[in-house]
C-alpha cells in the first residue's frame, strides 16, 4: 500500500466573535439548617484556630512569625473565581489549595490572624436568614460546612505512617510547606534553621521551590518532628520514595554474528532519567551520545541497578525480541542517560535515590543541563520511575509535586515529549487464591483503588504509558505442564499488573499501552507461583559481559513506555522542528486497540478507557496517510473564551462505496497548570464538537451567541445539535484532558448526512488571568474505510478547489 504525506485541516477564515458573558454564580442554601447552632458552632472553631495560632505564635515568637492557614469545609460545588474573589478576600483569606471536586476541604491562609471578620460575617449571615433583608451578601455561607484546623496526623504520608520515627535517630525525610508568597515561605524556611540550630539534630539537605509547591529535604529526629508538624505551615511529611524491581531471568545469547546500525549524526536524542546505562554494551553502546551522575552515594556512572540499561535499550531499538530474530539491531535516536539511582547493597529488590537530594530537584538540574544544551537534539524525555507510596485517589486526590514539575518543565519546553510510565501493581499483594486473580480480572484494575496510576503518571502533559500483554512465550519444560499454567491477560489485553485511570480531574491516563509482559501463574502448595520467563520480554542486562549474558526478561509498565518513546523519537526524526503538540498528536491519532475480539463483555468503555487509553500506537500510521486513509492537520494558537471553525468537504465516496468507515478527531495542546486548584489543574480548557451537513458561517453565527462553558453535551444549541456527530468518548469524558481523541465508527451511510464536515474548537478559561493569553494547539482529523478507495486523492482534489475558490 501506496504511502502519502498527510494533508493540511483547512480554518475556516470567516468572521468569528465571541460575546463576553458573566455568569450568574449560584449557592443553594443547605437544607434543614439551624443557622444559629451553624454559626455558634464554627464561631467556636474559629476561637480554637485563633488560640491554637497565639500559643504557636508566643513560643516560636523569637524564632519564626508563623502563619494561620486552617482548613474550610465546602459542601458544595462553587465557581472558584467568585468565591475567592468576592468572599474569601473580602475576609482576608488567600486560598492555598481547592479540592479537586470543588467540595470537600479548601486549605486557606489568613491574614486577620483574629479571624474576626470571619466571626463577624458569619453572625451577619445568621441574622440574614432569620429576615428576607441582605440575603445576597452573604450567600456564599450556604457552601461552607465548617471551619477547622488541620490536626498533624492529617500531614503524614502512607511510608511514614506505616514506618513511623520511634527514636531519636536522625532520619532523612521529605517535607512541604503549603505555597505561600516568596516571602513568607523564606521567612519560616530561615526561621525553622534558626530554630533548630544543631545540625546533629535538625538539617536541611536540600530545598526547592517552584511556582506551585516548595519541598525539602530534611534530616531530623522524632522529637523535633512532633514539634514541626505543629506549624500550621506544613502540609506533608513522609519517608523519601524508593524504587522496587521485579526479579529477573538473565540467558545467554551468541551475538557474534548480529549486525549493529548506529543512529545518523543528526538524529534526535532521547533523555533517560534513570539507574544510569552501561555505556560500554556491545549493541547499546552504539547508540550512546552521553552519560552524567546525579547522585552522590555512587560515584561511578555506570548502572549497577540494570534498570536504565533495560529502559535506554528499548528507547535506542524498540522490539529487542524483534531485532534478535532479525539479528539486527538499528538505533534510530542517540542515548543521553542521567543517573540518579543507585543499588542498594543491603536490600537486593531496592535501588535507592540520594538520600540528601530532593528527587524533584535532581530533575530540574537534569534538565537544565540536557535539554539547554542544544548540540544533543533532546526531543523526549523518557521517567520510568514512580512512587509506591503516592497513589492516585488513594494516598492523595492533590496533584504530586514530581507530576507538577513534569508539567511545569514540559510548559517551559514545548518541543520536548515527556513520556511516563503509569506503575506497577502486583494482584498476589491482594487476592489469597489464583481463581481469585482470575475471577476478579479485570475488574480489579479499575475497581481496586491500589491498582490506581502513582506519582508521576498523573502528569498532565505526559503521555502516560500502560502495558498490554504480549504473546505467551513458553519453555519446553513449560509445555509438558501446560495445563497447569494460567496466564492472567490474554495476548493483547491489559497487562493483570498494570495501573490503571482515571488522572486528576478524570483525565483518560495512561493515554496509550505498549507490551510490557503477563503474569502467567499457577497453584501449588497454597502458594501462588510465577512463570518467570514466560511472561517477560526481552531487555539488554546491565551485565552484558557476565558469560555473554546481554539480554534478561523483565516485565512491567518501565519497559513499556520506552518503546513509545521510541516512536516519538523516530516522528520527532521526521520533524525536526515540530512541537510536543504535533508529535503527541501523531501518536494519539496511530493508535488503536489491536485486537477488539478480547475486549470480553468484562470491557465495558469505561474499563477500556481506564486500561488501554486509546489503544497501541503504531509509527507507520503516525507518519503516513494511505489511499483509504487520510490524515489532515491543523497547528495553531486560539484566544480564551474564543472558538474556531475547520471544515472540509467529504467525497461522496467515503459514504457511497460500502464497508466500514471511520471519523476522529485529535486533540493536543499545552496549557497551563496550577497545583492549587484541584477543581481545574489546567488553567484553560480547550474542547471540541463535530457537526456535519452545516455550513461554517452558520456555525460561526450561532456559537458567537451561545455560552460556551454550557456547549457540552448535553446541551443543545438550536436548531443544530440534530447535525452534531456523536462520537465516543463522550465531550464529558475526553475534555478533561489536553490529550483528546473522539471517534464514530459506521457500517453504513447515516440517514440525512452530506457535506461540509465540520469541527468547533473552544477554549474555556477557568483561571488564566491574562486576558491576551493564546493557547497553542495541534488538531487532526482522520477519515478512514475499511475497503479499498481512492480517499487520499479524492479529499485532496476537494482541498485544491477550496484553495481555487
Given at each position: 500500500m501506496?504511502?502519502?504525506?498527510?494533508l493540511?485541516l483547512?480554518?475556516f477564515?470567516?468572521?468569528l466573535?465571541r460575546?463576553k458573558e458573566?455568569?450568574w454564580?449560584?449557592?443553594?442554601?443547605?437544607e434543614n439548617?439551624?443557622?444559629?447552632e451553624?454559626a455558634?458552632?464554627?464561631?467556636?472553631?474559629a476561637?480554637?484556630?485563633v488560640n491554637?495560632?497565639r500559643?504557636?505564635?508566643s513560643?516560636?515568637?523569637?524564632?519564626?512569625d508563623?502563619?494561620?492557614i486552617?482548613?474550610?469545609?465546602?459542601n458544595?460545588?462553587?465557581d472558584?473565581?467568585?468565591f475567592?474573589?468576592?468572599?474569601l478576600?473580602?475576609m482576608g483569606?488567600?486560598v492555598?489549595?481547592?479540592?479537586?471536586?470543588?467540595?470537600?476541604?479548601?486549605?486557606v491562609?489568613s491574614s486577620?490572624?483574629?479571624l474576626k471578620?470571619?466571626?463577624?460575617?458569619?453572625i451577619k449571615?445568621a441574622?440574614?436568614?432569620?429576615?428576607?433583608?441582605?440575603?445576597i451578601?452573604y450567600k456564599?455561607f450556604h457552601?461552607?460546612?465548617?471551619?477547622g484546623?488541620i490536626?498533624p496526623?492529617?500531614?503524614?504520608?502512607?511510608?511514614?505512617?506505616r514506618?513511623?520515627?520511634?527514636?531519636e535517630?536522625p532520619?532523612?525525610l521529605?517535607?512541604?510547606l503549603w505555597r505561600?508568597?516568596?516571602?513568607?515561605?523564606r521567612?519560616?524556611?530561615d526561621?525553622?534553621?534558626?530554630?533548630?540550630?544543631?545540625p546533629?539534630?535538625?538539617?536541611?539537605t536540600d530545598?526547592f521551590?517552584t511556582?506551585s509547591?516548595a519541598l525539602?529535604r530534611?534530616?531530623t529526629?522524632?522529637?523535633?518532628?512532633?514539634?514541626?508538624l505543629?506549624?500550621k505551615?506544613?502540609?506533608w511529611v513522609?519517608?523519601p520514595p524508593?524504587?522496587?524491581?521485579?526479579?529477573?531471568?538473565?540467558?545467554?545469547?551468541?551475538i557474534?554474528?548480529?549486525?549493529?546500525n548506529p543512529p545518523s549524526?543528526?538524529?534526535?536524542g532521547?533523555?533517560i532519567?534513570?539507574s544510569?546505562i552501561v555505556?560500554?554494551?556491545?549493541?547499546?553502546?552504539?547508540?550512546v551520545?552521553?552519560?552524567?551522575?546525579?547522585?552522590?552515594?555512587?560515584?561511578?556512572v555506570?548502572?549497577?541497578?540494570g534498570h536504565?540499561?533495560?529502559v535506554a535499550g528499548l528507547?535506542?531499538f524498540?522490539d529487542?525480541?524483534?531485532?534478535?530474530e532479525n539479528?539486527?539491531?538499528?538505533?534510530?535516536n542517540w542515548i543521553?542517560?542521567?543517573k540518579?539511582?543507585?543499588?542498594d547493597?543491603q536490600m537486593?529488590?531496592?535501588a535507592s535515590y540520594?538520600?540528601?537530594?530532593?528527587?524533584?530537584?535532581?530533575?530540574?538540574?537534569?534538565?537544565k543541563?540536557?535539554l539547554?544544551n542544544p548540540?544533543?537534539?533532546?526531543k523526549?524525555?523518557?521517567?520510568?520511575l514512580?512512587?509506591?507510596?503516592?497513589?492516585?485517589?488513594?494516598?492523595?486526590?492533590r496533584q504530586?509535586?514530581?507530576?507538577s514539575?513534569?508539567?511545569e518543565i514540559?510548559?517551559?519546553?514545548?518541543e520536548?515529549?515527556?513520556?511516563?510510565s503509569?506503575g506497577?501493581a502486583?494482584?498476589?499483594?491482594?487476592?489469597?487464591?489464583?481463581?481469585?486473580?482470575?475471577?476478579?480480572?479485570?475488574?480489579?484494575?479499575?475497581q481496586?483503588?491500589?491498582?490506581?496510576i502513582?506519582?508521576p503518571?498523573?502528569?498532565?502533559l505526559?503521555?502516560t504509558?500502560?502495558?498490554?500483554?504480549p504473546?505467551?512465550?513458553?519453555?519446553?519444560?513449560?509445555?509438558v505442564?501446560k495445563?497447569?499454567w494460567?496466564?492472567?491477560?490474554?495476548?493483547?489485553?491489559?497487562?493483570?499488573?498494570?495501573?490503571?485511570?482515571?488522572?486528576i480531574?478524570g483525565m483518560?491516563?495512561?493515554e496509550?499501552?505498549?507490551y510490557g509482559?503477563n503474569?502467567?501463574l499457577?497453584?501449588?502448595y497454597?502458594r501462588?507461583?510465577?512463570n518467570h520467563l514466560?511472561?517477560?520480554i526481552a531487555?539488554?542486562?546491565?551485565?552484558?559481559?557476565?558469560e555473554?549474558k546481554f539480554?534478561?526478561?523483565?516485565f512491567?509498565?518501565?519497559f513499556?513506555?520506552?518503546k513509545v518513546?521510541?516512536?516519538a523519537e523516530?516522528?520527532?526524526?521526521?520533524?525536526?522542528?515540530a512541537?510536543?503538540n504535533?508529535?503527541k498528536?501523531?501518536?494519539?491519532l496511530?493508535?488503536?486497540y489491536?485486537d477488539?475480539?478480547?475486549?470480553t463483555e468484562?470491557?465495558?468503555?469505561?474499563?477500556i478507557?481506564?486500561?488501554?487509553?486509546y489503544?497501541l500506537?503504531?509509527f507507520e500510521?503516525?507518519?503516513?496517510?494511505?489511499?483509504?486513509?487520510v490524515?489532515?492537520?491543523n497547528?495553531?494558537?486560539?484566544?480564551?473564551?474564543k472558538f474556531?471553525?475547520?471544515?472540509?468537504d467529504?467525497?461522496e465516496?467515503?459514504?457511497e462505496?460500502?464497508?466500514?468507515?471511520?471519523?476522529?478527531v485529535v486533540?493536543t495542546?499545552?496549557?497551563l497548570?496550577?497545583?492549587?486548584r484541584?477543581?481545574?489543574?489546567l488553567?484553560?480548557?480547550?474542547?471540541?464538537?463535530v457537526?456535519?451537513?452545516?455550513?461554517?458561517?452558520?456555525l460561526?453565527?450561532?456559537?458567537?451567541?451561545?455560552?460556551?462553558?454550557q456547549?457540552?453535551d448535553e446541551?443543545e444549541?438550536?436548531e443544530?445539535?440534530?447535525?452534531?456527530?456523536?462520537?465516543?468518548?463522550?465531550?464529558?469524558r475526553?475534555?478533561?484532558s489536553?490529550?483528546q481523541?473522539?471517534?464514530?465508527e459506521?457500517?453504513?451511510?447515516?440517514?440525512?448526512f452530506?457535506?461540509p464536515?465540520s469541527?468547533?474548537l473552544?477554549?474555556l478559561?477557568?483561571w488564566?488571568k491574562d486576558?491576551?493569553?493564546?493557547?497553542?494547539?495541534c488538531?487532526?482529523?482522520?477519515?478512514?474505510?475499511?475497503?479499498?478507495?481512492?480517499?487520499y486523492?479524492?479529499v485532496k482534489?476537494?482541498?485544491?478547489q477550496?484553495?481555487?475558490?
Open positions: 501506496a504511502n502519502y504525506e498527510h493540511p483547512p480554518e477564515q470567516g468572521e466573535k460575546k458573566r455568569r454564580v449560584s449557592v443553594i442554601p443547605p439548617r439551624d443557622v444559629i451553624f455558634k458552632k464554627n464561631i467556636k472553631n476561637e480554637n484556630i491554637s495560632f500559643k504557636l505564635k513560643k516560636y515568637k523569637d524564632y519564626i508563623v502563619s494561620l486552617c482548613k474550610i469545609e465546602i458544595q460545588s462553587v472558584v473565581n467568585s475567592d474573589r468576592d468572599f478576600a473580602s483569606m488567600e492555598l489549595y481547592v479540592n479537586e471536586n470543588k467540595k470537600g476541604y479548601w486549605i491562609f486577620d490572624e483574629e471578620t470571619f466571626q463577624e460575617k458569619l449571615y441574622e440574614s436568614c432569620q429576615s428576607t433583608s441582605d440575603r451578601s456564599f457552601a461552607i460546612e465548617s471551619i484546623d490536626p496526623e492529617e500531614k503524614i504520608g502512607s511510608l511514614l505512617k514506618e513511623p520515627l520511634t527514636d535517630t532520619t532523612y521529605n517535607l512541604e505561600m508568597e516568596d516571602s513568607t515561605l521567612s519560616f524556611i526561621g525553622l534553621k534558626k530554630r533548630y540550630n544543631n546533629e539534630l535538625f538539617k536541611i530545598e521551590i511556582n509547591f525539602l530534611i534530616k529526629t522524632k522529637t523535633i518532628l512532633d514539634e514541626i505543629q506549624f505551615e506544613v502540609a513522609d519517608r524508593y524504587p522496587l524491581f521485579n526479579p529477573c531471568e538473565y540467558t545467554t545469547i551468541d557474534s554474528d548480529i549486525k549493529v549524526e543528526d538524529a534526535a532521547i533523555l532519567i534513570d544510569g555505556a560500554n554494551h556491545p549493541i547499546l553502546g552504539w547508540a551520545g552521553d552519560e552524567k551522575n546525579y547522585q552522590n552515594v555512587e560515584k561511578e555506570q548502572d549497577t541497578v536504565g540499561t533495560a528507547a535506542a524498540g529487542i525480541e524483534k531485532c534478535l539479528r539486527e539491531f538499528n538505533a534510530s543521553f542517560s542521567a540518579i539511582m543507585y543499588k547493597v537486593p529488590k531496592h540520594d538520600p540528601e537530594k530532593l528527587l524533584e530537584h535532581q530533575l530540574y538540574e537534569i534538565v543541563d540536557f539547554d548540540s544533543y537534539r533532546i523526549v524525555v523518557n521517567f520510568s514512580g512512587n509506591l507510596e503516592e497513589v492516585w485517589g488513594l494516598t492523595s486526590y504530586f509535586p514530581l507530576a514539575l513534569i508539567d514540559a510548559l517551559a519546553y514545548p520536548i515529549v515527556f513520556i511516563v503509569a506497577n502486583n494482584p498476589r499483594d491482594h487476592f489469597e487464591s489464583l481463581s481469585d486473580i482470575l475471577e476478579n480480572y479485570p475488574d480489579y484494575l479499575v481496586n483503588p491500589y491498582f490506581k502513582i506519582n503518571a498523573t502528569s498532565a505526559s503521555l504509558v500502560g502495558s498490554i500483554a504473546k505467551e512465550r513458553l519453555t519446553k519444560n513449560t509445555f505442564v495445563d497447569l494460567f496466564p492472567v491477560a490474554q495476548f493483547n489485553q491489559p497487562s493483570p499488573f498494570s495501573r490503571t485511570g482515571y488522572g480531574n483518560i491516563k495512561p496509550v499501552i505498549e509482559g503474569l502467567i499457577r497453584e501449588s497454597n501462588i507461583n510465577e514466560a511472561q517477560k531487555v539488554f542486562s546491565n551485565t552484558p559481559f557476565d555473554g539480554i534478561r526478561f523483565d512491567g509498565t518501565s513499556a513506555a520506552p518513546a521510541n516512536i523516530k516522528i520527532a526524526n521526521i520533524y525536526p522542528e512541537s510536543a504535533f508529535i498528536n501523531l501518536i494519539l496511530s493508535a488503536d489491536p477488539r475480539s478480547v475486549l468484562k470491557f465495558n468503555e469505561e474499563t478507557y481506564q486500561t488501554m487509553g489503544g500506537p503504531s500510521k503516525a507518519i503516513y496517510s494511505s489511499e483509504k486513509r490524515v489532515l492537520l497547528e495553531g494558537k486560539i484566544g480564551l473564551n474556531k471553525i475547520f471544515s472540509l467529504i467525497p465516496e467515503f459514504f462505496t460500502k464497508g466500514e468507515k471511520k471519523i476522529t486533540l495542546y499545552n496549557p497548570v496550577n497545583r492549587k484541584g477543581d481545574s489543574y488553567g484553560n480548557q480547550l474542547k471540541f464538537k457537526y456535519h451537513s452545516v455550513e461554517p458561517a452558520e460561526a453565527k450561532i456559537f458567537a451567541e451561545i455560552d460556551l462553558e456547549a457540552d446541551i444549541i438550536g443544530i445539535k440534530k447535525y452534531e456527530i456523536e462520537m465516543e468518548p463522550k465531550i464529558r475526553r475534555s478533561v489536553c490529550h481523541k473522539a471517534w464514530r459506521y457500517k453504513r451511510r447515516p440517514k440525512g452530506s457535506s464536515l469541527i468547533v473552544f477554549n478559561n477557568k488564566i486576558e491576551n493569553y493564546l493557547q497553542d494547539y488538531i487532526s482529523l482522520t477519515l478512514e474505510h475499511k475497503e479499498e478507495t481512492e480517499l486523492n479524492l482534489n476537494k482541498l485544491r477550496r484553495i481555487r475558490i
